[in-house]
């Protein structure tokens, strides 16, 4: 996982791109024990090889809303980011029963945000200058997506992406 993390062109595409250290990634792995605000779910492939992690986070049981991420090794394609963000919002807005889901998006990235809209998230604001990716200050999409919307889309959603859904086998299953 933490070689994944690493990959230039995940690192690329977070806030913080700095080599993550042994050290570092034991922390975080960590920090994730008993933390009932954070959901990280491993992309395995058939093989058991990790492809990704999608990342559920800032869970607020309160007002029912978190924060999502996801990334995947560059050669996982054929759909398999569009297969999981079915299944995550499939997840959140039914296993879990959130109301609100939030996801922040580097400007750098047009294609997520794209994506992202095609799952009906819209964009709810944008941080002109907000982050250092290589020496540059850039901006970041801040993207939106109610259950009421996910619920009212996802038939039509489904529908569309449905020969991709039925290449994956995915299942989020927490662990403990």
Partial sequence: MRLLRNHPAIRGAMYTDHV??????????????????????????????????VSVTAIDRLHRTADWA?????????????????HLLEFVFGKLGLEKLNCEVLESNSAVVRMHAKFLFREEGFRRSNVVKDGDRIGVHFLGLTREDWMEGRVAVQQRIQEVLDRFKITLEPGD
Avoid at 23 to 51: C, I, N, Q, T
Avoid at 70 to 86: H, I, N, Q, T, V
């Fill in 20 to 53: 993550i250290s042994q050290e570092e990634h034991a922390r975080w792995m960590a920090g994730l024990s008993g933390d009932d605000r954070r959901l990280v779910f491993v992309v395995l492939s058939p093989e058991g090889e990790v492809l990704g992690l």
């Fill in 70 to 86: 996801f990334y995947l090794a560059p050669e996982a394609r054929g759909g398999l980011g569009a297969a999981l963000e079915f």
